[in-house]
């Protein structure tokens, strides 16, 4: 596993630290998978907002891998 994705966000961080901080999160699945990562600026008050667009990332992510999954093991005719 790499961990030039936790580098970048750190990096990210830093150099928009005067944008005001929303949240950041980086997800990385083994295998070597894309990993997952955004940066929230311009904060919400609400925190629910920033859990909520992590779940909804993680939905599509999962829902996109069961697409690939389905077609990989799909019945052949």
């Known amino acids: 596993m790499s961990s030039d994705p936790f580098k970048e966000m750190a990096q990210q961080i830093e150099h928009n630290g005067d944008a005001g901080f929303g949240g950041a999160f980086v997800i990385q699945p083994p295998g070597g998978a894309e990993a997952l990562r955004m940066l929230f600026l311009n904060p919400s008050p609400d925190p629910a907002v920033f859990w909520g667009f992590v779940k909804t990332t993680i939905d599509v992510a999962l829902a996109e891998l069961a697409q690939q999954q389905?077609?990989?093991?799909a019945p052949r005719r």
């Open 70 to 73: 389905a077609g990989q093991f």
